[in-house]
């Protein structure tokens, strides 16, 4: 299995920029496809972004597409979430997750971090 631990979070003004990583061990990373979620107080998770396995297909949620990149350096075994133009909508815990190739989908993983706090004030 791979174990995930995301980092980068933090307090941020509206409009300020942040990046998130998720740092993999554990196995191979390059054979996995790894997503971004996000959990605000009182709602459910929810799905933010998506990479494929060579970062060569990526998918975002509505509210953060323009904002928001996901990419991957799998030599260094890491995820990466470059936050732009954030708005105090963004504020959640994060969190990054994984699934093997030919398993789940871009909203199923198999894998996931415990989570980096993003807090954007006004």
């Known amino acids: 299995q791979v174990q995930l631990v995301e980092s980068g979070g933090g307090l941020v003004q509206a409009g300020g920029s942040l990046r998130l990583s998720c740092a993999a061990s554990g196995r191979t990373f390059s054979n996995y496809h790894v997503g971004w979620f996000r959990q605000a107080p009182g709602k459910e998770r929810e799905f933010v972004a998506a990479?494929?396995?060579?970062?060569?297909?990526?998918e975002y949620t509505v509210s953060v597409k323009g904002r928001f990149t996901i990419s991957r350096d799998n030599a260094k075994n890491t995820v990466y979430l470059q936050m732009n133009s954030l708005k105090r909508e963004d504020t959640a815990v994060y969190y990054c997750a994984a699934r093997s190739i030919g398993r789940g989908s871009t909203r199923s993983y198999d894998y996931w971090g415990q989570g980096t706090q993003v807090s954007v004030s006004s």
């Open positions: 990479i494929n396995w060579n970062g060569g297909i990526t």
